[in-house]
C-alpha cells in the first residue's frame, strides 16, 4: 500500500502495488475503488518505474505546479536516477529519512500506521463474523485498506507532522482545535 497524506491531514489517493505479470491482473478485480490507484509487477514489490508512475499519477496532480516534498525510506527504488528527475521537474524535493530513523522521522509511521491497521483488523473481524468466506483475496483487502484509510481522523496523521517540526506545531495542529 502507498499511503500518502498531507501535513494538512489531506489524503491524495491510496494506491497498492499487486503482484502481476500483465494489466489483466489487475482488470479482473472489479471491485477495486475507482480512486485507488493499482500497480503491478512479477514480484509485488516497489520499483523505479512505479515510483514514477506513482509520482505522475498521484503527486503532480496534488502539487498543480506548486513545489512541494516528499519524505521517503532509503529504499533503492524511490532514488534512482528518472525519480530524481522527475522530481525535479515538477518541483519536488525528496527528503531522505536516515536509515533506522523512519520510527521517529516518518509522520505516518508514527501516528497513522497503527489506527489504519486497527481499523483494517476491525474491518476483517466483522467481513468474517458477518459469514463472508474464512480466506481472504486481493480484492477485499484493498477495498478493506481504502476504507481504513478514510476512517483514520486527520487530526491523528498531523500529530505526526507536528511531532516532527515542533516550530510548526501550532500552525499544523490549530486546525484541528475548532473541530473537537
Given at each position: 500500500?502507498?499511503?500518502?497524506?498531507t501535513?494538512?491531514?489531506?489524503?491524495?489517493?491510496?494506491?497498492?502495488?499487486?503482484k502481476?505479470?500483465?494489466?489483466?491482473?489487475?482488470?479482473?478485480m472489479?471491485?477495486?475503488?475507482?480512486?485507488?490507484?493499482s500497480?503491478?509487477?512479477?514480484?509485488?514489490?516497489?520499483?523505479?518505474?512505479?515510483?514514477?508512475?506513482?509520482?505522475?499519477?498521484?503527486?503532480?496532480?496534488?502539487?498543480?505546479?506548486?513545489?512541494?516534498?516528499?519524505?521517503?525510506?532509503?529504499?533503492?527504488?524511490?532514488?534512482?536516477?528518472?525519480?530524481?528527475?522527475?522530481?525535479?521537474?515538477i518541483?519536488?524535493?525528496?527528503?531522505?529519512i536516515?536509515?533506522?530513523?523512519?520510527?521517529v522521522?516518518?509522520?505516518?509511521?508514527?501516528?497513522?500506521?497503527?489506527?489504519?491497521?486497527?481499523?483494517?483488523?476491525?474491518?476483517?473481524?466483522?467481513?468474517?463474523?458477518?459469514?463472508?468466506?474464512?480466506?481472504?483475496?486481493?480484492?477485499?483487502?484493498?477495498?478493506?485498506?481504502?476504507?481504513?484509510?478514510?476512517?483514520?481522523?486527520?487530526?491523528?496523521i498531523?500529530?505526526?507532522?507536528a511531532?516532527?517540526?515542533?516550530?510548526?506545531?501550532?500552525?499544523?495542529?490549530?486546525?484541528?482545535?475548532?473541530?473537537?
Amino acid at each position: 500500500l502507498l499511503p500518502t497524506i498531507t501535513a494538512s491531514g489531506e489524503r491524495l489517493p491510496l494506491a497498492w502495488i499487486a503482484k502481476g505479470k500483465t494489466q489483466k491482473s489487475i482488470d479482473k478485480m472489479f471491485n477495486i475503488p475507482n480512486n485507488v490507484f493499482s500497480y503491478f509487477v512479477p514480484h509485488g514489490r516497489m520499483t523505479g518505474d512505479i515510483m514514477l508512475r506513482y509520482i505522475y499519477d498521484i503527486i503532480r496532480p496534488h502539487l498543480n505546479g506548486r513545489s512541494g516534498a516528499l519524505l521517503l525510506d532509503a529504499y533503492r527504488a524511490h532514488w534512482t536516477s528518472k525519480v530524481l528527475e522527475a522530481a525535479r521537474k515538477i518541483k519536488l524535493e525528496l527528503i531522505p529519512i536516515p536509515k533506522g530513523f523512519t520510527s521517529v522521522c516518518q509522520p505516518l509511521d508514527m501516528t497513522f500506521n497503527a489506527p489504519f491497521k486497527l481499523i483494517r483488523q476491525k474491518l476483517w473481524n466483522e467481513e468474517r463474523s458477518g459469514g463472508i468466506e474464512h480466506t481472504d483475496n486481493i480484492e477485499r483487502t484493498v477495498m478493506r485498506a481504502a476504507k481504513a484509510y478514510d476512517a483514520v481522523p486527520s487530526c491523528v496523521i498531523s500529530k505526526g507532522f507536528a511531532s516532527i517540526c515542533p516550530p510548526l506545531a501550532d500552525g499544523i495542529m490549530k486546525r484541528h482545535v475548532s473541530s473537537k
